[in-house]
């Protein structure tokens, strides 16, 4: 079946810019997390949505930083007033729960280069 | 707090030897501890998990990891490399009150022929 997509693969834009990222989670997958990967700081975590609780935004760097989920589905991370250092990829994963026992399913990420 | 070391950044086998790549975690609680791989250009891949029980645990494509709770650790095995088994690796640590993961910085296996 369908795995977790995102788009778009790659995002180039300028420092000072708004970007929108979209993650699709695999059908039926209640679960849906980010994280972020860059070399200086590996892979971090930044927020999950479980079903209609609030979310956790725990991990997001900055109140630049935010995210919303549609429906209990889609997800969009928005990153405001973009600057260099958020230059990384930005993975989706989903998972039917938050229970250890449902694996994580990651995206092949959206690669963000800030100019 | 929660978190995983990997103290290797590359770990480089002749095809067929055996691979070890290691990881260490540093828990409040009770761990539950993940091994994913992420292929060139490609997301991760859940290769295997420890929840409880058994401290061998079986996964994915040969690979197995041993929890040592005295030690704090639980290596990635595999008795015998393939070149495809070139990857990165990332060891990664939850505890049940919240499922994020928190990973490591990844260890690089390179498999040559």
């Known amino acids: 079946g369908a795995g977790v997509s995102q788009s778009p693969s790659n995002k180039v834009t300028e420092k000072g810019k708004d970007v929108e990222l979209r993650c699709d989670p695999i059908?039926?997958?209640?679960?849906l997390y980010w994280y972020r990967q860059s070399l200086g700081q590996g892979l971090e975590f930044l927020i999950y949505?479980?079903?209609?609780?609030?979310?956790?935004k725990s991990g997001l760097p900055s109140d630049r930083f935010s995210a919303e989920r549609t429906g209990g589905s889609v997800s969009t991370l928005t990153i405001q007033r973009t600057q260099q250092e958020d230059s990384a990829v930005y993975l989706c994963?989903?998972?039917?729960?938050?229970?250890?026992?449902?694996?994580?399913?990651f995206g092949p990420g959206t690669r963000l280069t800030v100019t | 707090a929660q978190s995983v070391a990997q103290p290797e950044d590359q770990v480089n086998v002749a095809e067929g030897n055996p691979l070890t790549v290691k990881c260490t975690y540093s828990?409040?609680?009770?761990?539950?501890l993940f091994w994913y791989v992420q292929y060139p250009n490609r997301g991760l891949q859940f290769l295997l998990k420890?929840?409880?029980?058994?401290?061998l645990v079986k996964g994915s494509y040969g690979f197995e990891a041993e929890f040592n709770k005295s030690q704090t650790s639980f290596h990635l095995k595999k008795p015998s490399a393939l070149v495809s088994d070139s990857a990165l690796y990332f060891c990664?640590?939850?505890?049940?009150?919240?499922?994020?993961?928190?990973f490591g910085k990844g260890t690089s296996l390179l498999v040559t022929p």
């Open positions: 994963a989903s998972s039917l729960g938050t229970s250890v026992s449902y694996e994580q399913y």
């Open positions: 059908s039926g997958h209640t679960a």
């Open positions: 949505f479980q079903g209609n609780s609030a979310p956790d």
């Open positions: 828990v409040s609680g009770n761990p539950y």
């Open positions: 420890y929840i409880t029980g058994d401290n």
């Open positions: 990664a640590v939850t505890l049940l009150s919240g499922y994020a993961l928190n």
